[in-house]
């Protein structure tokens, strides 16, 4: 993680309150697809999850940069 709380991290970019919601849901849906067993299909929900973190991590770069 960062040193200090408003330093970027790419690799965990800070989460608005919607998106650590969205994250959460995301996850749990993923956990119980998990215990129908592995061979449910959980891409979909994969593909959100880094599409949430993407727009995270650009709004991050974005704000980085401003300042």
Do not use: C
């Not at 040193?3 to 970019?13: F, L, Q, R, T, V």
């Not at 449910?40 to 727009?55: N, P, S, Y």
């Amino acid at each position: 993680m960062a040193s200090s709380k408003n330093e970027y991290d790419p690799k965990h970019p800070p989460l608005t309150n919607g998106e650590k919601a969205k994250f959460a849901w995301y996850i749990g849906r993923m956990a119980k697809r998990g215990l129908a067993g592995e061979t449910v299909f959980q891409g979909d929900l994969e593909k959100k999850v880094d599409r949430l973190l993407d727009g995270a991590r650009a709004r991050a770069e974005k704000n980085a940069k401003r300042k």
